[in-house]
């Protein structure tokens, strides 16, 4: 019922909004990523920095019941629409430009195996009608989203994403980083990331009974502790970015721990930061099934896969290609105990790195966000 008085909502509002009139300068960016690698918030960041001749307006959260009037206008009188999640335009001569928010690991749309037919067909004539282009990076991305979401061949332009412009140019230093969440100042020092999927969606209350009570890596030999003891004695720092319905369940989100710190929107927004500023100044991540780690593979760093719970993420929703633990490019593990290892063993995943970068990133240019600009001046 919620789906369809918002579908309801949606279209009045529309209705509302054809009456602006389009405006040739202005540029409305709806993002629905957040700030954790959001393609939207850092082209409209560039957009108002490098070409300040557009009227950008950033709306976000998206999509949201709750915009006012004003803001409705704005997406009305736009000339061009940049989408992270559906695309979406009010008038036939706008232009949807579609950014999607990752390179799909995990199946979607039709390929899930949590979703029905007939959401799916309705989400796959909405890409159709309304997504005039689709930013790219590689074949194999256009591959898997259009096994996902049926979208045709034509729409697709090989770009790039704004968000690998923030990830090899970080805005803030190590230094910087170092100490803003740790209070720490050693540049010698190492800083890793964890960033899991949305665990959530696996329906597994023993997963998320572990999170509740502090055993935010979910594994069965988790000890804070220890964890932070090990990290203290290789002079290394980890942070913590959960995603935001699992901090929400989270009880320690303010750790004691002089090594490990958790990250959450909050200070994001305070700083005007995208979490993709901060990525480039870390040393390794940690993740399980998150397609972070595609993105991570530019900085050619280290990555360990965390796979305790895969049999039953495989189950709940599936991947799109396989097996998980032959194609990674990086060390998988299921206990604490092997994650440490694997943190202080020697890295020889380079070779495999670079070539599912290569697999994944064809474009690999100097400026995916002037990229972006390009298509849509010149095409339009």
Not at 262 to 276: G, I, P, Q, R, S
Request: net charge positive; proline share 4%; glycine share 4%.
């Amino acid at each position: 019922m919620k789906n369809i008085l918002f579908r309801l909502y949606l279209n009045l509002m529309r209705i509302g909004a054809k009456l602006t009139r389009i405006k040739a300068d202005k540029v409305v960016i709806l993002n629905g990523a957040g700030r954790s690698g959001s393609n939207g918030y850092l082209f409209a960041k560039y957009l108002r920095q490098h070409h300040p001749e557009y009227d950008v307006a950033l709306v976000e959260p998206w999509p949201s019941s709750h915009l006012p009037l004003k803001t409705w206008r704005q997406i009305g009188a736009a000339k061009y629409i940049f989408t992270t999640h559906q695309p979406f335009k009010i008038h036939h001569k706008q232009i949807s430009i579609q950014f999607w928010h990752g390179i799909p690991l995990k199946r979607m749309g039709i390929m899930a195996n949590n979703t029905d037919y007939k959401t799916d067909a309705r989400n796959a004539r909405l890409w159709r009608r309304n997504a005039d282009m689709v930013c790219s990076s590689s074949d194999f991305y256009e591959t898997l989203m259009s096994a996902c979401t049926g979208i045709e061949t034509s729409k697709y332009r090989q770009v790039g994403f704004p968000r690998l412009d923030a990830l090899t140019r970080p805005a803030v230093t190590k230094k910087e980083l170092l100490r803003q969440l740790f209070g720490q100042d050693d540049v010698q020092a190492q800083i890793g990331i964890f960033m899991p999927t949305f665990r959530y969606e696996m329906a597994d209350k023993e997963i998320m009974n572990c999170i509740k009570d502090g055993n935010f890596l979910a594994l069965p030999d988790f000890d804070a502790e220890k964890l932070n003891a090990s990290l203290k004695a290789k002079n290394q720092f980890l942070i913590v970015k959960l995603h935001p319905y699992e901090m929400r369940l989270f009880k320690k989100q303010h750790s004691h721990f002089s090594n490990i710190s958790f990250l959450n929107n909050d200070f994001l927004y305070e700083h005007d930061y995208d979490l993709y500023e901060l990525l480039g100044s870390t040393d390794f991540l940690i993740t399980d099934f998150s397609s972070i780690y595609f993105d991570y593979l530019n900085l050619n760093k280290p990555i360990i896969f965390i796979t305790a719970y895969l049999e039953q993420y495989e189950k709940t929703r599936g991947l799109l290609f396989g097996p998980f633990k032959e194609v990674v490019p990086g060390k998988c593990v299921n206990t604490q105990t092997q994650l440490l290892e694997a943190v202080a063993a020697p890295d020889h995943y380079q070779a495999k790195r670079q070539y599912w970068r290569n697999l994944t990133n064809e474009v690999q240019s100097a400026s995916y966000c002037e990229q972006v600009f390009t298509l849509m001046t010149k095409k339009y």
